[in-house]
């Protein structure tokens, strides 16, 4: 299996902000070409690469999504030199004193850092507590006149973290959500390179899902596949989330996860086990009763609907500059992906039933 | 261009309740289209131009209202919003129901304190004693009343929101006396309980474009800190707001058309609050929108205030960008 | 001995960026130590390391009545240490020194004599409530993360990830506080002060209760002392309808310097002195406000029978966090007011 490692480091040194995506499109785009039969864009910026099945047409198609967009920041007002600022995506304000960021101006990008102010220099009520986004300041480093020159209302600001390996093969960085998936269905590509399969494939690296769920929606209903599978990040066991939330965290390192719910058909969720348990690759039934909180709730009820399913890399710290994923996670999800697609029957879909909706 | 909006700002129209409001654009209108239809939801749309790139300009009829959910013994009508109806915008206000009906916002007197109640806790007083005379019931329609105020360069009435939109479509579309591209010009239903009528009107349309003109809100008054956003300082070309971000395209594009046609502009990042452009951008295989704002104080109020060189140059830049053939890069 | 005029260029910045990407945490400065002695040993007469790590290095005058002067800059800077292991790589940690713990989540560290990476991660924002949101995260509910593999021991110190960075006017970096102090004192060791014996003080430990200096006073046994550090300059605008009347020091107005804060009121002929040079010498100052943080200047006026300070301050913003931001101008002129001013030390200065 070939290197992902350092794909998966520029991807994550490249900003891509939800309906902004175009510097990290351009990097998949580029990884991809060699890889698809055609590659092309959707109205709202998602991309969307063909790898036509052995098959003769018409053939059926799946469709493989995994978002491309990264949750940041936006300039809305700029003083005396400070910028305020506002989310895309959600961010746990907690997080973000003392974060460096690239303020993205119309002719230069300009390193920064979030700072929390003096606590003097707030209202009285916003003292307390943690310090609110709206109280928050970028501090460029560069005198007044030069920054309102530079910067303006609606220019973007990105996490500058860069990626880190820390021990065990781990990588760490901001925007491993979701660039981590979009790595592993890289390496699904590369290994059907050498893998025949019937179907056709249709890789879609995503639009603001972080935003709308918008990309996926409207890829789906262009594409109009007949089977959909999301790859998204889902929550590694980390610092700090002992307690209620224990039965949604899973060990690093440890396999990819197979979704489970509503918003997933259990047919597919019992094809995928199967698969895994022959490969002998771990996996962890990952829980969500109504909403996945991905793609897949968009995928689902595109046109006349679509049977979805869900696997999940677990990362530890999502939506923080410093998340960490364990590379081998990222390549288990590669190879179950391209195996199960390399077996995809044509009737297929013709054999989806609903007898196991317990998941045996 | 203050008659139309005065007319538009007059005319009593909420969300669902949209045949008024339809029928004034709709004779404004006249002889200016290419062609008029009006869909299953009741979007009135007016299509410019045949040909060329297929573009889609959105601004709401409706405004927000109230709707009866009981009357009670003695006649006092109990009611909740439609669309985003605030507690500080209602006390002492006076509203008209769609049968004519008069009445005032009254506060039951149980409430204590100075913190403002929610909607159950106020009532409707149209001025009779008992149940039996009341003249409305539950289910019956009502919008703010206020007269339509003339400040010389500040305007306020209320449903500036987004009748304000609508008269700067208006006049764009007279404007227009041609164009290179298939305009559609949608004078859209429901967008203050959801953007449903955009969404379907999208759907049936079906462009390669589109932007909504609607009202954002306001950063220029005491305590206003959080908005950069003035009167008087041009329309607002929205970058973000809070249910969607526009297709940066469509932002280069109308900075470019302002900045070409010398009209001043604002940016816009709206913390909170989104319009039909939202709606648009998600039908089918998605379209790439934006949106143009006309800053407005006191937003979803009964005196909501616009400053009248924002709106013409408003007109101006959305002629600006119709008139030539449209290519996004 | 090569002698010549201190001054901040492209290599004194090179070597304030080799001292800001060391981790010499308070207790644990050995790496900044060896920089130090490594860059003056050719440059005094004699230098020694004493029991608490102070590196104490003396230039000999010449000249029956000269003074014996001290200048002290902290070594040390604000951090961490590992305190329990609880397996996965997650470590539980303390800070060490000051640190607003407003300022922990969600960064990058380094950790250890052997410098590996870690991150001080932060439950996902998802898995969170509101409620919860507007508590502030504390030291105890957070983590070090080094990966599963690191073996890294618990006692172990750290900081927030080494950034420095030039930008435009600005120099941002985590440890301006009191790396600053440090490449200036260096500088000023490679000068030629023949009027004054010139006992210099690379001080530990100051951030967690000026512990250093008080031995390094001793030591010395100086008639003055000038401290040189790094002081806040809480200078951002006010966000109500206001003045900041709170600024400390601003940057861009030059050095700072004290005439009073939690540990000393500075002498004022000293404080004097500084300002005549400085107006002398066209050199921007100004006069940091009176109260607030402790400096080193408080453990050298009190040692012995007594001794006058002054401090003298580079302006940083956001002090003790991942990042500080400071103003190369104020740097050179700290440096070049410390070298006008201690050329002119003669014995008159201190009579009364």
């Known amino acids: 299996m070939t290197d992902i490692l350092p794909f998966l480091k520029s991807l994550i040194s490249a900003p891509g902000l939800s309906a902004y995506e175009g510097p990290v499109a351009h990097l998949i785009e580029e990884k991809w070409r060699p890889l698809v039969d055609e590659i092309s864009t959707s109205r709202l910026g998602s991309l969307h690469g063909l790898k036509r099945g052995r098959a003769k047409a018409p053939r059926p198609a799946l469709m493989i999504a995994a978002h491309m967009d990264a949750i940041g920041l936006m300039v809305t007002k700029v003083e005396q030199g400070f910028l305020h600022l506002d989310e895309i995506g959600g961010i746990d304000v907690r997080i973000l004193p003392g974060t460096p960021v690239i303020v993205h101006g119309r002719q230069e990008d300009l390193p920064g850092v979030i700072v929390m102010p003096p606590l003097k220099s707030l209202p009285e009520a916003a003292r307390e507590g943690a310090i609110g986004l709206r109280h928050l300041l970028v501090d460029t480093g560069l005198l007044p006149s030069k920054v309102a020159s530079l910067v303006h209302v609606g220019d973007l600001v990105s996490f500058n973290t860069p990626p880190v390996e820390l021990s065990g093969e781990v990588l760490s960085g901001h925007s491993l959500d979701n660039r981590a998936s979009v790595a592993a269905l890289t390496l699904c590509l590369e290994e059907l390179q050498t893998k025949s399969h019937l179907w056709d494939v249709w890789a879609v690296a995503t639009a603001q899902e972080e935003e709308t769920l918008g990309g996926a929606a409207t890829s789906a209903f262009h594409l109009h596949p007949d089977l959909a599978l999301v790859l998204d990040v889902t929550f590694a066991k980390g610092a700090g989330d002992k307690g209620s939330g224990d039965w949604q965290t899973f060990p690093l390192g440890k396999g990819p996860t197979l979704g489970w719910g509503a918003n997933l058909h259990p047919y597919l969720y019992k094809k995928f086990k199967e698969l895994a348990d022959q490969m002998e690759i771990p996996v962890a039934m990952d829980i969500s009763p109504s909403n996945s909180g991905t793609d897949a709730y968009a995928i689902q009820v595109a046109r006349a609907g679509i049977p979805t399913m869900l696997i999940g890399i677990p990362l530890r710290y999502m939506h923080t500059p410093v998340e960490v994923v364990a590379v081998k996670d990222i390549q288990r999800t590669g190879r179950l992906l391209a195996e199960f697609i390399s077996r995809l029957e044509l009737d297929f879909v013709s054999r989806i039933s609903w007898e196991d909706e317990d998941g045996k | ?329 | 001995m090569a002698n010549r005029t201190p001054a901040v260029g492209a290599a004194q910045v090179r070597l304030l960026e080799r001292l800001c990407r060391a981790v010499g945490v308070s207790g644990g400065e050995s790496e900044v130590r060896r920089i130090i002695l490594d860059e003056i040993k050719s440059h005094v007469d004699e230098v020694k390391v004493d029991a608490l790590g102070d590196v104490l290095a003396l230039k000999k005058g010449r000249g029956a009545k000269r003074l014996r002067l001290m200048l002290d800059a902290h070594m040390d800077e604000v951090g961490f240490m590992l305190v329990a292991d609880e397996g996965e790589g997650l470590y539980r940690f303390k800070t060490i020194g000051g640190i607003d713990p407003r300022n922990l989540a969600g960064k990058q560290v380094l950790v250890g004599r052997e410098r590996k990476p870690g991150v001080i991660g932060a439950k996902p924002i998802h898995l969170t409530t509101a409620d919860e949101r507007r508590k502030p995260l504390t030291e105890d509910a957070l983590r070090i993360d080094v990966g599963p593999d690191a073996k890294i021991k618990i006692g172990e110190r750290g900081t927030f990830a080494p950034n420095f960075q030039r930008v435009g006017p600005a120099l941002m970096s985590k440890s301006l506080d009191n790396r600053l102090g440090v490449a200036t004192l260096i500088e000023l060791l490679k000068g030629s002060y023949p009027n004054v014996d010139l006992c210099a003080a690379f001080t530990v430990q100051e951030e967690i209760g000026l512990r250093g200096v008080k031995v390094a006073a001793q030591y010395f046994k100086p008639d003055l002392g000038i401290v040189i550090d790094a002081t806040p300059a809480n200078d951002l605008p006010v966000q109500f309808d206001g003045e900041n009347t709170f600024y400390n020091t601003k940057l861009g107005l030059g050095p700072a310097i004290y005439v009073s804060n939690s540990s000393t009121l500075d002498d004022p002929r000293l404080v004097h002195f500084l300002q005549r040079v400085a107006e002398q010498a066209g050199i921007p100052y100004q006069i940091r406000q009176p109260g607030g943080g402790g400096t080193n200047a408080g453990g050298i006026q009190r040692a012995g029978a007594g001794v006058p300070v002054v401090s003298l301050s580079v302006p940083h913003r956001y002090t003790h966090s991942p990042m500080s931001v400071a103003r190369l101008d104020d740097w050179k002129n700290t440096l070049a007011l410390l070298h006008a001013a201690i050329r002119q030390i003669t014995p008159a200065l201190l009579k009364r």
């Open chain 2, 1 to 329: 261009m203050k008659q139309l909006i005065q007319k538009l700002t007059d005319t009593f129209s909420p969300s669902g309740y949209e045949d008024a409001i339809r029928d004034v654009i709709r004779s404004e209108i006249k002889g200016f289209a290419d062609e008029m239809r009006v869909d299953a939801l009741g979007n009135l749309i007016a299509r410019k131009g045949k040909g060329g790139t297929r573009v889609m300009v959105a601004a709401h009829m409706d405004e927000i209202g109230l709707m009866v959910t009981h009357v009670d013994e003695k006649g006092f009508v109990r009611f909740t919003g439609i669309g985003g109806v605030y507690p500080r915008n209602l006390p002492g206000g006076r509203v008209r129901f769609m049968n004519g009906t008069r009445g005032v916002i009254g506060l039951d007197g149980s409430v204590v304190g100075n913190d403002l109640p929610a909607l159950d806790k106020m009532f409707i007083d149209v001025g009779v004693s008992d149940r039996e005379a009341c003249p409305v019931k539950t289910g019956d329609v009502a919008a703010f009343e206020r007269p339509f105020m003339d400040l010389g360069g500040r305007l306020v009435a209320k449903s500036m929101d987004d009748r304000i939109g609508c008269a700067v479509a208006v006049e764009a579309l007279r404007a227009l006396k041609s164009t290179s591209n298939e305009v559609y010009f949608v004078f859209t239903t429901q967008e203050e309980v959801g953007t449903r009528g955009a969404q379907t009107s999208a759907y049936g349309i079906d462009p390669e474009l589109g932007f909504s003109i609607d009202v954002t809100g306001w950063g220029d008054t005491p305590g206003q800190r959080d908005f950069d956003m003035a009167l008087g300082q041009g329309p607002a070309i929205k970058i973000r707001d809070g249910g969607m971000l526009s297709d940066p395209r469509i932002v280069d594009w109308m900075i470019a058309a302002a900045e070409k046609n010398k009209i001043p502009y604002q940016r816009e990042v709206l913390l909170g609050g989104t319009t039909d452009a939202r709606a648009m951008q998600l039908v089918r295989s998605g379209i790439p929108v934006g949106c143009i704002s006309i800053p407005c104080r006191y937003v979803h109020s009964p005196s909501e205030m616009i400053d009248y060189a924002d709106v013409q140059n408003a007109v101006k830049l959305v002629t600006a960008l119709l008139r030539p053939p449209i290519k996004l890069p």
